[in-house]
Protein backbone atom coordinates (compact mmCIF):
# COMPACT_ATOMS: atom_id res chain seq x y z
CA UNK A 1 0.00 0.00 0.00
CA UNK A 2 1.69 3.43 -1.21
CA UNK A 3 0.16 6.97 0.20
CA UNK A 4 0.67 10.25 -1.49
CA UNK A 5 3.84 10.90 0.26
CA UNK A 6 5.61 7.66 -1.36
CA UNK A 7 3.82 7.63 -4.51
CA UNK A 8 5.06 9.50 -7.04
CA UNK A 9 7.15 6.50 -8.73
CA UNK A 10 5.07 5.47 -11.68
CA UNK A 11 6.69 1.79 -12.48
CA UNK A 12 4.92 1.22 -9.01
CA UNK A 13 1.64 3.71 -8.56
CA UNK A 14 1.12 3.65 -12.19
CA UNK A 15 0.11 7.38 -13.90
CA UNK A 16 -3.05 8.19 -12.13
CA UNK A 17 -1.61 8.00 -8.71
CA UNK A 18 1.68 9.28 -9.70
CA UNK A 19 -0.16 12.39 -10.95
CA UNK A 20 -2.23 12.46 -7.96
CA UNK A 21 1.28 12.39 -5.68
CA UNK A 22 2.68 15.72 -7.74
CA UNK A 23 -0.62 17.54 -6.79
CA UNK A 24 -0.35 16.58 -3.89
CA UNK A 25 3.10 17.34 -3.29
CA UNK A 26 1.90 21.02 -4.73
CA UNK A 27 -0.09 21.00 -1.76
CA UNK A 28 -3.53 21.11 -4.20
CA UNK A 29 -6.92 20.26 -2.65
CA UNK A 30 -7.68 16.71 -4.07
CA UNK A 31 -10.17 14.21 -2.21
CA UNK A 32 -7.59 11.40 0.04
CA UNK A 33 -6.48 8.20 -1.34
CA UNK A 34 -4.03 5.43 -1.21
CA UNK A 35 -2.77 3.13 -4.05
CA UNK A 36 -2.05 -0.62 -4.22
CA UNK A 37 0.74 -2.09 -6.18
CA UNK A 38 1.06 -4.81 -8.70
CA UNK A 39 4.11 -5.84 -6.13
CA UNK A 40 0.65 -6.99 -4.47
CA UNK A 41 -0.71 -9.14 -7.01
CA UNK A 42 2.30 -11.01 -7.50
CA UNK A 43 2.57 -11.27 -3.24
CA UNK A 44 -0.63 -12.70 -3.33
CA UNK A 45 0.64 -15.95 -6.03
CA UNK A 46 2.12 -18.83 -5.12
CA UNK A 47 5.58 -19.38 -6.73
CA UNK A 48 4.14 -22.01 -8.87
CA UNK A 49 1.01 -19.22 -9.87
CA UNK A 50 3.90 -16.86 -10.75
CA UNK A 51 5.49 -19.28 -13.32
CA UNK A 52 2.33 -20.22 -14.58
CA UNK A 53 0.88 -16.90 -14.52
CA UNK A 54 4.37 -14.97 -16.35
CA UNK A 55 4.60 -18.12 -18.86
CA UNK A 56 0.90 -17.67 -19.88
CA UNK A 57 1.22 -14.14 -20.51
CA UNK A 58 4.37 -14.72 -22.54
CA UNK A 59 2.22 -17.14 -24.67
CA UNK A 60 -0.98 -15.19 -24.92
CA UNK A 61 -2.99 -18.16 -23.26
CA UNK A 62 -5.83 -16.69 -21.70
CA UNK A 63 -7.56 -19.51 -20.17
CA UNK A 64 -4.65 -20.19 -17.97
CA UNK A 65 -4.84 -16.33 -17.04
CA UNK A 66 -8.36 -16.56 -15.97
CA UNK A 67 -8.20 -19.58 -14.32
CA UNK A 68 -5.43 -18.08 -11.44
CA UNK A 69 -7.41 -14.84 -11.71
CA UNK A 70 -10.27 -16.50 -10.66
CA UNK A 71 -8.35 -18.35 -8.20
CA UNK A 72 -6.58 -15.21 -6.40
CA UNK A 73 -6.76 -13.91 -2.96
CA UNK A 74 -4.69 -11.01 -1.64
CA UNK A 75 -2.70 -12.16 1.08
CA UNK A 76 -2.52 -12.29 4.61
CA UNK A 77 0.09 -9.61 5.47
CA UNK A 78 -1.53 -7.30 2.51
CA UNK A 79 -4.65 -7.69 3.82
CA UNK A 80 -3.63 -6.04 7.11
CA UNK A 81 -2.35 -3.38 5.35
CA UNK A 82 -5.40 -2.31 3.58
CA UNK A 83 -7.49 -2.72 6.22
CA UNK A 84 -5.35 0.01 8.52
CA UNK A 85 -4.92 2.37 4.93
CA UNK A 86 -9.23 1.94 4.73
CA UNK A 87 -9.64 2.61 8.36
CA UNK A 88 -7.55 5.58 8.28
CA UNK A 89 -9.02 6.79 4.64
CA UNK A 90 -12.94 6.08 5.61
CA UNK A 91 -13.37 6.69 9.77
CA UNK A 92 -16.94 7.53 9.23
CA UNK A 93 -17.58 4.51 7.03
CA UNK A 94 -16.81 7.29 3.69
CA UNK A 95 -17.87 5.34 0.27
CA UNK A 96 -14.60 5.21 -2.45
CA UNK A 97 -13.76 5.05 -5.75
CA UNK A 98 -11.96 2.04 -6.85
CA UNK A 99 -10.05 2.44 -9.84
CA UNK A 100 -7.15 1.36 -12.11
CA UNK A 101 -3.54 3.23 -12.20
CA UNK A 102 -1.84 1.20 -14.97
CA UNK A 103 1.45 2.25 -15.96
CA UNK A 104 0.17 2.48 -19.99
CA UNK A 105 -2.96 4.53 -19.08
CA UNK A 106 -3.69 7.70 -20.61
CA UNK A 107 -0.28 7.83 -22.07
CA UNK A 108 0.99 9.74 -25.22
CA UNK A 109 0.68 6.69 -27.15
CA UNK A 110 -2.47 4.68 -26.11
CA UNK A 111 -5.01 6.02 -23.69
CA UNK A 112 -7.02 2.86 -23.05
CA UNK A 113 -9.83 4.65 -22.49
CA UNK A 114 -12.86 2.53 -21.24
CA UNK A 115 -10.76 -0.86 -21.16
CA UNK A 116 -10.39 -0.94 -17.02
CA UNK A 117 -12.83 -1.53 -14.62
CA UNK A 118 -14.09 1.51 -12.25
CA UNK A 119 -16.45 1.40 -9.31
CA UNK A 120 -17.66 4.40 -8.07
CA UNK A 121 -19.96 4.48 -3.89
CA UNK A 122 -18.40 1.47 -3.13
CA UNK A 123 -18.14 0.72 0.73
CA UNK A 124 -15.41 0.30 3.00
CA UNK A 125 -16.43 -3.50 3.51
CA UNK A 126 -16.22 -3.93 -0.51
CA UNK A 127 -13.20 -2.58 -1.33
CA UNK A 128 -11.20 -5.43 -1.22
CA UNK A 129 -13.44 -7.63 -3.63
CA UNK A 130 -13.19 -4.23 -5.94
CA UNK A 131 -9.49 -4.27 -6.17
CA UNK A 132 -9.61 -7.78 -7.53
CA UNK A 133 -12.38 -7.55 -10.15
CA UNK A 134 -10.13 -3.67 -11.46
CA UNK A 135 -6.61 -6.86 -11.37
CA UNK A 136 -9.47 -9.06 -13.33
CA UNK A 137 -10.18 -6.26 -15.40
CA UNK A 138 -6.76 -5.95 -16.59
CA UNK A 139 -6.53 -9.31 -18.94
CA UNK A 140 -10.05 -8.99 -19.78
CA UNK A 141 -10.95 -10.21 -23.19
CA UNK A 142 -11.59 -6.19 -23.93
CA UNK A 143 -8.36 -5.69 -23.07
CA UNK A 144 -6.82 -8.18 -24.16
CA UNK A 145 -8.13 -7.62 -27.61
CA UNK A 146 -7.56 -3.68 -27.28
CA UNK A 147 -3.64 -4.73 -26.98
CA UNK A 148 -3.71 -7.14 -29.65
CA UNK A 149 -5.58 -4.05 -31.82
CA UNK A 150 -2.13 -2.11 -31.00
CA UNK A 151 0.08 -4.29 -30.88
CA UNK A 152 1.03 -4.55 -27.25
CA UNK A 153 2.26 -7.40 -25.61
CA UNK A 154 0.29 -9.06 -22.38
CA UNK A 155 1.75 -7.34 -19.34
CA UNK A 156 1.96 -9.88 -16.73
CA UNK A 157 1.19 -7.59 -13.94
CA UNK A 158 -1.96 -6.55 -13.41
CA UNK A 159 -2.67 -2.46 -12.77
CA UNK A 160 -1.81 -0.64 -9.46
CA UNK A 161 -5.51 0.28 -7.88
CA UNK A 162 -6.34 3.81 -6.78
CA UNK A 163 -8.46 4.28 -3.85
CA UNK A 164 -9.47 7.01 -3.21
CA UNK A 165 -12.74 9.01 -1.07
CA UNK A 166 -15.95 9.55 -3.32
CA UNK A 167 -17.58 12.76 -4.35
CA UNK A 168 -20.87 12.99 -4.73
CA UNK A 169 -20.42 16.07 -7.48
CA UNK A 170 -22.69 18.98 -7.81
CA UNK A 171 -20.46 19.84 -11.07
CA UNK A 172 -17.88 17.76 -13.01
CA UNK A 173 -15.55 18.43 -15.56
CA UNK A 174 -12.55 17.87 -17.93
CA UNK A 175 -9.64 20.71 -19.09
CA UNK A 176 -7.50 20.55 -22.02
CA UNK A 177 -4.43 23.01 -22.06
CA UNK A 178 -4.16 22.38 -25.56
CA UNK A 179 -7.14 21.59 -27.95
CA UNK A 180 -7.94 18.04 -28.01
CA UNK A 181 -9.15 18.35 -31.55
CA UNK A 182 -6.01 19.96 -33.44
CA UNK A 183 -4.13 20.21 -30.75
CA UNK A 184 -3.16 23.92 -30.58
CA UNK A 185 -1.79 25.05 -27.53
CA UNK A 186 -2.99 28.31 -27.52
CA UNK A 187 -6.68 27.17 -26.74
CA UNK A 188 -7.39 25.60 -23.23
CA UNK A 189 -10.80 23.65 -23.54
CA UNK A 190 -12.90 23.22 -20.03
CA UNK A 191 -16.27 20.78 -20.63
CA UNK A 192 -18.47 20.22 -17.66
CA UNK A 193 -21.70 19.22 -16.73
CA UNK A 194 -24.19 18.51 -13.66
CA UNK A 195 -23.02 15.46 -11.58
CA UNK A 196 -20.37 13.34 -12.10
CA UNK A 197 -17.66 13.07 -14.50
CA UNK A 198 -18.21 10.02 -15.84
CA UNK A 199 -21.20 10.55 -18.02
CA UNK A 200 -18.79 12.56 -19.95
CA UNK A 201 -16.03 11.13 -20.41
CA UNK A 202 -18.19 7.96 -21.71
CA UNK A 203 -19.93 9.97 -24.05
CA UNK A 204 -23.33 9.33 -22.65
CA UNK A 205 -24.02 13.29 -22.04
CA UNK A 206 -23.15 16.34 -23.73
CA UNK A 207 -21.14 19.02 -21.37
CA UNK A 208 -20.91 22.66 -21.87
CA UNK A 209 -18.03 23.85 -23.41
Known sequence: V????????????????????????????????????????TASLSIEQRMAFATACAGSDNTTIQTILASVRIADHIIEQLEQAIATLCQHGEYVAVRSSALEEDGTRHSFAGQLDTFLFVPPEQVVQA????????????????????????????PA??????????????AFSADPVTGQRGIAVVSALYGLGTALVSGECDADT
Open 2 to 41: LHPDNAEAPEQAGGKAAALASLHAASLPIPAWFVISPDAF
Open 131 to 158: ILAVWRSGFSERMLAYRREHNLTISPMP
Open 161 to 174: VLVQLMIDADASGV
